[in-house]
């Protein structure tokens, strides 16, 4: 008897490594995908010249700090619609109700969002910007953020498709954006075949058209899917659900703070960089842009983390949610720290990938780059520690609390590390890394306490719907 418990529980935990593998590399190459769709615009750009790019920069950076702030909000779409389907796997109009709220989201979101991008030269100014940067990115939001309602509702789409466990498709509709992407530049940025040259401009209209693009493709997609046919997921768009509404909010505005934190701790690092010396602010700009690539993977896992912690919760499946959180802390933390290994070993191959090594006046940014790289090491394993940590909390709708952690953790113990190491003492631009390493490890230590002690804290989403009851009538 014992050893068939032993073999069932092997055979359980397979079972979760098979399902979490199968889950994650699709997130994992859909969030590299996304990155794509920035990386295709500075490539282009900077075909044209640098001032145009610095102004493309400056535009895409105030609008990726606004997108980010209704993505954890919206983001919160998959953690609720897991729990619905732990609750019920046959779930429909409770499903339809949470995706539905993430549409009203949008929308709610989107027009304050239009108002500040409009006033884009405004806020660059206010920002201490170049007067004839800030008006040339002023150009190119007026053009870009149109697009940014649509993005938002193809990323309901996506965690609608990540929550139900089928997130191929949107990888797939991802990866053609990005070659939609480039050739909508192609035409505007350049005015190629017949089109007219409209230059940083023509970016930021190409961009709105590859976020409708990829909405309508991903709705075409999955109408044509006989999987969720049945879900009539903008049907009766108009109803409300105020209860789920309010709830999505309840989750989401702390997965926005906590993106945020994060997001502006990276952004305030680059300007103690630039008081510090050109030299590490180019060092740190290679470092953090390889730390970044490797950082995709663990935050695909914890994306795919909220999923299965999130079924297992909602069905009150205590074992499941062990199983299914700790298999992502090993995937995770195991990928982080064999990404370590390799900015030990080898970081002048790294570092190779943007500058030439022989050349002597790079000397002194490729040995910045390399002790960065070093502290890059630990910063890999706690940056897929807390990533993951946020992710398995998620699943069981605990978002306020790890928010008041990112706070603590990034700026009231890391911010001030890397401004007093970096700018007061002769480590400059390490104790810069100093204190995002930091940061980041005592925000992942605090969110594997939480998780380690979820039960004692009683964390665990409400064992019932939030309205209505479990039935596939229309709603």
């Known amino acids: 008897m014992r050893r068939e418990t032993v073999n069932g529980d092997r055979a359980l935990w397979r079972r979760e490594i098979v399902a979490m593998l199968v889950l994650s590399w699709p997130i994992i190459l859909t969030n590299l995908a996304h ?20 102004a493309g920069a400056l535009g895409a950076n105030l609008y990726f700090v606004c997108f980010i702030g209704g993505l954890g909000l919206i983001s919160a779409i ?30 709610a979101l989107v027009v304050p969002i239009w108002f500040a991008l409009w006033h884009a030269e405004a806020i660059l100014l206010l920002l201490g910007q170049e007067p004839a940067l800030a008006a040339a990115a002023s150009d190119y939001m007026r053009a870009k953020q149109w697009g940014l309602l649509p993005m938002y509702f193809f990323v309901a789409m996506r965690f609608f498709l990540g929550g139900m466990e089928r997130p191929f498709l949107a990888l797939v509709i991802s990866v053609v954006g990005v070659a939609f992407n480039a050739f909508a530049n192609y035409l505007l940025i350049f005015g190629n075949f017949g ?25 075409l997609v999955a109408r044509s899917d006989r999987r969720f046919r049945r879900y009539q997921l903008f049907g009766r768009f108009w109803r409300a659900d105020w209860p789920r509404f309010f709830e999505l909010w309840r989750l989401g ?8 934190f994060e997001v502006t701790i990276f952004s305030a690092a680059v300007f103690l960089m630039g008081m510090i010396s050109t ?18 993977v663990p935050l ?32 995770g933390i195991s990928f982080m720290a064999m990404a370590a290994l390799v900015m030990i070993g080898a970081p002048h191959l790294l570092i190779g990938a943007f500058l030439d090594l022989d050349a002597p006046e790079n000397a002194e940014v490729i040995a910045l780059a390399v002790s960065f790289l070093a502290l890059g090491a630990l910063f890999q394993i706690v940056d897929g520690a807390q990533a993951v940590g946020a992710g398995m909390l998620r699943g069981l709708h605990d978002t306020r609390i790890p928010m008041i952690y990112a706070g603590l953790g990034y700026w009231g113990i ?12 002769p480590l400059e631009g390490v104790g810069v890394w100093m204190g995002l390493a930091g940061g980041l490890a005592v925000v992942a230590g605090l969110m594997m306490w939480r998780w380690w002690r979820r039960d004692q804290l009683g964390l665990l989403p409400p064992p019932r719907p939030l309205s209505g009851g479990e039935s596939l009538v229309r709603a």
């Open 414 to 425: 890391g911010m001030p590390i890397a401004v007093y190491f970096g700018l007061f003492t």
């Open 279 to 296: 030299q590490a602010l180019a060092a740190h700009s290679i470092a953090i842009q390889i730390a970044s690539l490797a950082f995709m």
């Open 78 to 107: 998959s953690a609720m619609i897991a729990v619905e389907r732990g609750r019920n796997r046959h779930s429909v109009r409770e499903v339809r109700r949470s995706f539905r709220q993430g549409l009203w989201t949008a929308l």
């Open 300 to 331: 695909g896992v914890g994306q795919a983390v909220t999923v299965r912690v999130g079924v297992a919760a909602g069905a009150r499946d205590h074992a499941g949610i062990a199983r299914a959180g700790w298999t992502a802390v090993v995937l």
């Open 195 to 219: 089109f007219p040259e409209l230059g940083l401009v023509g970016a930021g209209f190409a961009s709105s058209l590859t976020a409708l693009f990829m909405f309508i493709a991903v709705i």
């Open 253 to 260: 505005l702390p997965i926005s703070a906590t993106l945020l």
């Open 35 to 54: 990155t794509g769709l920035g990386a295709t615009d500075v490539l282009m750009l900077a075909w044209i010249g640098p001032e145009v790019l610095a």
